[in-house]
């Protein structure tokens, strides 16, 4: 691919110049240019996907975005404004009205040094030869094709195969009053397999997927797309033979990379910066505490070559970096925005995210995951004489203020006298963020980040996370089942 300096990359996508840019700082802060901070998010692509079900192709659809948001922030202010159609007018009259909303006072305060700061340069994280747009389609039907065989050959019992292909790709650029202007471009693939497995009226679902910041060629890596499928038709002939999950309190064992999900909803979005400014988190205020067992570190690193949650930049511009949020159970520091920072007195993390150019940026978690322990995973299985072994988690909730969370589990088993055993269906795991969190007796030396399908959704923003931990065991977890 053609490296386009910042410039070239900006006229070739948007059809504009940095000049045309200085002019709209110009329109949102006036004489206010040393006082206010305005900045200017460019966003164009295109998405693809398909869907294959029922031994053939479903539905296929293409999405295309381009557009532009702008931005001015006086002290604790904010203003945002967006057009849908990027020319230097409409991002100047979007400049006008972000003015407006963020000027209710005519005293402005002083542009906070930390907002000013020199952000350095970005990485280059996820680097490619070839777009995974340009892959024929015909290419990308014939791997479809052979998943559902291959699940199909498995086992007779595997009666459907539901395959989800997606592809995206967008050039962004950052600008802001400061002088500052970045470009990103930014694939992203994912692949997930759903196997529906049926024996008499019994009829049971297994699931398996993948992806990251890359090529359309990492799925042949490895035989990845294989690993997916073969994972999928193995948890739904599995489950085949599960037993309503039991009820009570017990040990809860938690597997290596996905289940990392608790972290990121249970503990993580307690840890983004905005929560914590306004004191509504559980752990708010309590920077220095101990808020975990001290066998728990756990790091939010968005830094991480290709993966799914990773950024060469945020979405203010700052590259990413590794934020140590919790160091042997101590409370370290929050995730934080570039603004969210200032406000705090705090240092940007390069966690400044948005959905699109539609939106503003919040603080947001990228790749979330505990850090590795001492204890070997299959001593940690071996110490329970009852409780629950769980892979995977389909959905969960969790409440910022009090840090209760609610998550389902799929692909789990019973624990007996420290072996796995039958595999069971329907836990839901209850419990308190910080309070498990402290709960943990156990952690594993084999951390994994999980494969890379994780979606964020915060104040109807969705974005691309990872999420990781490595084996770990957590007493004393209610487990809602319907075996009493």
């Known amino acids: 691919m053609v490296k386009l300096n910042p410039e070239q990359r900006l006229h070739k996508s948007f059809g504009l110049t940095a000049g045309q840019l200085d002019k709209v700082f110009d329109r949102a802060l006036g004489a206010n240019r040393d006082s206010a901070f305005c900045d200017i998010y460019l966003q164009a692509g295109s998405s693809q996907s398909l869907v294959w079900d029922k031994g053939g192709l479903k539905t296929t659809a293409n999405g295309l975005v381009c557009g532009a948001g702008v931005r001015v922030v006086i002290g604790d202010r904010q203003g945002y404004s967006f057009t849908d159609h990027p020319t230097f007018s409409n991002i100047r009259r979007a400049a006008g009205f972000a003015k407006m909303i963020a000027d209710q006072s005519k005293q402005l305060p002083e542009l906070d040094a930390d907002i000013a700061a020199n ?149 993580g979005h307690g840890l983004e910066g905005d929560f914590n400014r306004k004191g509504t988190s559980a752990f708010s205020g309590r920077i220095g505490e101990m808020v975990a067992s001290p066998l728990c570190t756990v790091i939010d690193q968005g830094d991480v070559p290709g993966r799914r949650g990773s950024l060469n930049v945020d979405d203010e511009g700052v590259p990413t970096s590794t934020a140590v949020l919790i160091e042997n159970g101590v409370l370290k520091g929050y995730m934080q925005d570039r603004t969210n920072a200032a406000l705090m007195k705090a240092k940007a993390t390069g966690n400044g995210r948005r959905q699109s150019y539609r939106h503003a940026p919040m603080p947001r978690m990228t790749n979330t995951f505990l850090a590795n322990g001492e204890s070997d995973p299959e001593e940690i299985i071996r110490s329970v004489k009852h409780g629950i072994f769980a892979m995977s988690f389909p959905g969960g909730q969790v409440d910022i203020t009090s840090g209760d969370f609610t998550f389902s589990t799929s692909g789990a088993y019973l624990i007996e006298d420290g072996k796995l055993t039958v595999p069971v269906k329907g836990a839901t795991l209850i419990g308190n963020g910080p309070r498990a969190m402290m709960n943990i007796s156990m952690v594993g030396n084999d951390t994994a980040l999980d494969n890379g399908i994780g979606m964020c959704g915060k104040d109807g923003q969705s974005v691309p996370v990872g999420v990781g931990m490595p084996t770990v065991r957590i007493d004393n977890v209610t487990v809602g089942g319907t075996n009493n």
């Not at 459907?160 to 930014?186: H, K, M, P, Q």
């Not at 948890?235 to 017990?250: F, H, N, Q, R, T």
Request: glycine fraction near 8%; include cysteine; proline fraction near 5%.
């Open 119 to 267: 952000i350095g340069k970005p990485h280059n994280l996820y680097s490619v030869a070839a777009s995974p747009l340009t892959v024929p389609v015909e290419e990308r039907i014939s791997l479809l094709r052979q998943i559902d065989a291959l699940a199909r050959s498995f086992d007779h019992r595997i009666k459907n195969v539901t395959i989800s292909l997606g592809i995206e790709e967008y050039d962004i650029v950052i600008a802001n009053n400061l002088g500052e202007f970045v470009v990103d471009n930014r694939p992203l693939i994912r692949l997930s397999v759903e196997c529906l497995a049926v024996e008499g009226n019994r009829k049971e679902k297994g699931s398996g997927s993948g992806g990251g910041r890359s090529e359309f060629s990492f799925f042949y890596a490895e035989d990845l797309w294989k690993k997916y499928t073969l994972a999928a038709a193995q948890e739904a002939i599995d489950m085949l033979k599960s037993v309503p999950a039991p009820a009570g309190e017990m040990t809860v064992v938690l597997g290596p990379g996905w289940p990392g999900v608790l972290i990121h909803e249970a503990v």
